[in-house]
């Protein structure tokens, strides 16, 4: 089968987002930008799957500018097959997006599509499963174990107290979570072989969606700064600080 | 606005994060609750009793027994056809529901909101908690999820909602519940605890895990919490995890023991009311948020405050 992993570019998650001071948004001009952590999480399980046997070809895809090609071609050398790449300058909300993947699911009858569980920009937690709710397919959400069994797959969940297996029919939505794998890194030959590897080019109205933002962002700003801590020079000044504070046993 | 707020629970009682979503949907009007489960006529009792509360539907049904976005999402959409706005905790059930609602609705979801700032105008965290948005919605119906910890919790008692039951929906026979295993705890729930006892990668081990911070936690009765790399290092069940992708809290008091303080972990700590970092390393980014700092050797201090206080 073949498996569907739509990635996103995204501010590097080691990197300290700053927010412009007109309040208009955080700025991204000249900072470090890669594959959001949870999708390369999603590319490396497509990955394992048809190491197994089980997938056939992988198709990565970006919903972005044209600098998410880079990110595409990150999930080339991976070892996706190929990739398409559905350009635009506007921030493109996850509505919008789940649409836009629907059509290209609608296209290439993908097994399974694997996504991250949330972008670590907007950290919204919702692409994947508006994307099963337009397809009608069911849905395992933040996944820490992915097993295809025939016509169906079991998908291992983590669930605010532990763990909770479900079992879906295929074709299937599937998001990661941090525990699912570790991702592999590309390797120069791999790299190198990336660059030729197929990479289309569309745009949001070749798959006739309106991107136009449901949800306006009036401001963002700092959140409220913590003030300033002390230091305290043993545990007997710490445990009166507590005592103060009335925590005790 | 009539707003419907799905109701979590355990099969016998609402679970905290309702009631902190019922509080900022009664910011938005009339709120009515949705009960869905099997043989949940006990939690639909309750839910009754909350305060402000007004209709209480309830849907007992094999197929909603296991919280199946599936089988759930389109009895939600079916009664949004009566109401204004859907609100969920942002728990990991309700994270897992309520975009597929939304997409079934053709509305955008706001995900996580901090505070109603008027009738389709919120603010939310975004980019770890390093940054918080205002977003108005434009969409006819809203969909909401609520960060638990931001709102006040309704009270569990002095309502008088009325019980309808809700006979829609069913098996939409493409997803079953296989199993679960869930973590064992006879403590406080992470994401309710009024004290935190958070233990990082410094501690080496499990095994040092359980000797220093669990005496702590016992006898401050508090909860248990852990860094990501504590819980990748196989020191705690993941669950414990406080963080970006973990769980975010807010007690009064949040004990950081041997945690460096990597934005992602702040994410989810950072507006606890008093912060105390224990950790040897006197540049641990930790000592910038936190209010109480004691640089020393995690195994020799925190026995000793276990022992005093």
């Known amino acids: 089968m073949k498996i569907l992993v739509p990635v996103k570019r995204v501010l590097d998650y080691n990197v300290k987002p700053r927010v412009k001071a007109d309040g208009t948004g955080v700025d991204l001009a000249n900072v470090k930008m890669s594959m959001n952590p949870f999708d390369e999480i999603a590319v490396e399980e497509a990955i394992r799957l048809k190491e197994k046997g089980v997938a056939t070809e992988i198709v990565a895809v970006s919903v972005g500018p044209a600098k998410a090609q880079e990110t595409l071609r990150t999930a080339l050398a991976m070892g996706a097959d190929r990739a398409i790449l559905v350009q635009t300058d506007d921030a493109v909300e996850p509505l919008a997006v789940a649409k836009i993947l629907k059509a290209i699911a609608d296209g290439e009858q993908p097994g399974l599509v694997i996504l991250g569980k949330q972008a670590i920009d907007d950290d919204n937690n919702q692409t994947g499963q508006m994307l099963a709710a337009l397809t009608g397919w069911a849905q395992g959400t933040f996944a820490s174990a992915v097993n295809v069994e025939g016509d169906s797959v079991n998908v291992t969940r983590e669930v605010d107290g532990g763990l909770e297996t479900v079992k879906l029919k295929l074709p299937a939505i599937v998001t990661t979570d941090l525990r699912l794998n570790e991702p592999r890194y590309a390797s120069l030959p791999n790299i190198m072989k990336a660059k030729s590897k197929p990479l289309d080019t569309k745009t949001p109205a070749d798959y006739g969606v309106d991107t136009a933002p449901r949800v306006k962002t009036v401001k963002v700003s700092e959140p409220p700064v913590r003030s300033a801590g002390i230091k305290v020079a043993d545990v007997d000044e710490l445990v009166a600080k507590l005592k103060a504070m009335g925590v005790h046993s | 606005m009539k707003t419907l707020v799905w109701v979590e629970h355990d099969g016998s009682a609402v679970k905290d994060a309702t009631l902190a979503a019922v509080t900022a949907a009664s910011k938005l009007g009339e709120v009515h609750l949705l009960v869905a489960g099997e043989g949940v006529e006990g939690v639909a009792k309750a839910a009754s009793e909350i305060a402000g509360v007004g209709k209480v539907h309830v849907a007992d049904n094999v197929a909603f027994g296991h919280n199946l976005p599936e089988n759930v999402a389109p009895l939600v959409a079916e009664l949004m056809e009566s109401h204004d706005a859907f609100v969920a905790p942002a728990t990991t059930t309700g994270k897992n529901i309520?975009?597929?609602?939304?997409?079934?609705?053709?509305?955008?979801?706001?995900?996580?909101?901090?505070?109603?700032?008027?009738?389709?105008?919120?603010?939310?965290?975004?980019?770890?908690?390093?940054?918080?948005?205002?977003?108005?919605?434009?969409?006819?119906?809203?969909?909401?999820?609520?960060?638990?910890?931001?709102?006040?919790?309704?009270?569990?008692?002095?309502?008088?909602?009325?019980?309808?039951?809700?006979?829609?929906?069913?098996?939409?026979?493409?997803?079953?519940?296989?199993?679960?295993?869930?973590?064992?705890?006879?403590?406080?729930?992470?994401?309710?605890?009024?004290?935190?006892?958070?233990?990082?990668?410094?501690?080496?081990?499990?095994?040092?895990?359980?000797?220093?911070?669990?005496?702590?936690?016992?006898?401050?009765?508090?909860?248990?919490?852990?860094?990501?790399?504590?819980?990748?290092?196989?020191?705690?069940?993941?669950?414990?995890?406080?963080?970006?992708?973990?769980?975010i809290v807010a007690p009064e008091v949040y004990f950081a023991i041997g945690i460096s303080g990597a934005i992602q972990h702040l994410a989810g700590m950072k507006d606890s009311k008093t912060i105390v970092a224990i950790n040897k390393d006197e540049d641990a980014p930790i000592f910038q948020v936190a209010d109480f700092g004691l640089v020393a050797d995690l195994f020799s201090a925190v026995p000793e405050l276990t022992g005093k206080i």
């Open chain 2, 98 to 247: 309520a975009p597929r609602v939304a997409a079934l609705l053709d509305v955008m979801q706001i995900s996580e909101i901090l505070s109603v700032e008027g009738p389709k105008t919120f603010t939310r965290p975004i980019y770890a908690g390093n940054a918080i948005a205002t977003v108005e919605s434009s969409d006819a119906k809203l969909v909401l999820t609520v960060r638990g910890t931001a709102f006040e919790k309704a009270a569990t008692s002095g309502g008088s909602g009325t019980v309808e039951a809700v006979s829609a929906g069913g098996d939409a026979g493409i997803s079953s519940f296989v199993g679960a295993e869930i973590a064992k705890q006879d403590r406080p729930e992470l994401t309710s605890a009024k004290i935190i006892v958070s233990g990082g990668r410094a501690l080496g081990s499990s095994e040092k895990y359980e000797e220093v911070i669990v005496p702590l936690a016992d006898k401050l009765g508090a909860a248990l919490g852990a860094s990501r790399a504590a819980v990748d290092a196989g020191y705690v069940p993941n669950d414990y995890q406080v963080g970006q992708t973990g769980k």
